[in-house]
């Protein structure tokens, strides 16, 4: 069973829609975490949440917002898409506490989002 | 400002030969180094990590070596495998817990 799963993994959308991409954890962290994948870019920080009452931007905060509903749950949002969103999203996980690294992060399969 | 950097896109090894993935980092405080595995269709993995008050940490076919004047870490592989093939990514990290990530590089390990 997937620790860290993501829905849709895959969805085509049109300018100016408003998307919500979800990530669910059974891994019980505390921080979860948000980024997107850009060819030759790397993998860039959106928003990161260190707990249930914590939301921090990210490098690349614009256009996109979070909601932590859960310890377990933490959704983006692109309140209207643009085509360079475009790209591969993945959510990742995190302890603060454990025998493992803090700075370890967990990460989901991806959502490929595609703005036409 | 690209502050972790990964200057090979690709890298082509021999099955059986050492693969060798470079890094280099910008930001004097990052403390904490990660190596992340990725395969096509599929979220990172973590691989191998090293803090910044060593400058060498081994897990079985994988090295991670920091050099911390010239702000500099590589990723050894050996013996390379084909299951190594995949994209490698660098990561760093302070105090603030947040990991900031190179733009990987594509390991292809031929037969």
């Known amino acids: 069973d997937a620790d860290v799963t993501q829905t849709p993994r895959n969805r085509i959308t049109k300018t100016g829609k408003r998307i919500m991409l979800e990530c669910s954890q059974t891994?019980?962290?505390?921080?979860m975490y948000w980024y997107r994948q850009d060819p030759g870019l790397g993998l860039r920080l959106i928003y990161y949440?260190?707990?249930?009452?914590?939301?921090n931007k990210g490098e690349i905060s614009d256009g996109y917002s979070v909601s932590r509903q859960a310890q377990a749950k933490f959704s983006l949002s692109l309140e209207s898409a643009i085509p360079n969103q475009t790209a591969l999203y993945f959510c990742?996980?995190?302890?603060?506490?454990?025998?493992?690294?803090?700075?370890?992060?967990?990460f989901g399969p991806g959502t490929r989002l595609t703005v036409l | 400002d690209q502050q972790v950097k990964q200057n090979s896109p690709s890298l082509s090894v021999q099955e059986g030969r050492i693969s060798i993935l470079n890094c280099d980092y910008t930001?004097?405080?990052?403390?904490?180094f990660l190596w992340y595995k990725k395969y096509p269709a599929e979220g990172p993995t973590f691989l191998i990590s090293?803090?910044?008050?060593?400058d060498k940490n081994e897990d079985g076919r994988f090295t991670v070596f920091l050099n911390k004047s010239a702000k500099h870490l590589s990723l050894h592989i050996v013996p390379s495998q084909p299951g190594d093939s995949a994209v490698y990514f660098c990561?760093?990290?302070?105090?603030?817990?947040?990991?900031?990530f190179g733009t990987g590089t594509r390991l292809q390990v031929t037969l």
């Open positions: 990742a996980t995190s302890s603060s506490r454990g025998s493992g690294s803090v700075y370890e992060q967990f």
């Open positions: 891994k019980g962290h505390d921080r």
């Open positions: 949440s260190f707990d249930v009452k914590d939301i």
């Open positions: 930001n004097s405080m990052f403390d904490y």
């Open positions: 090293i803090s910044s008050i060593k």
């Open positions: 990561a760093a990290t302070g105090t603030a817990s947040k990991l900031t």
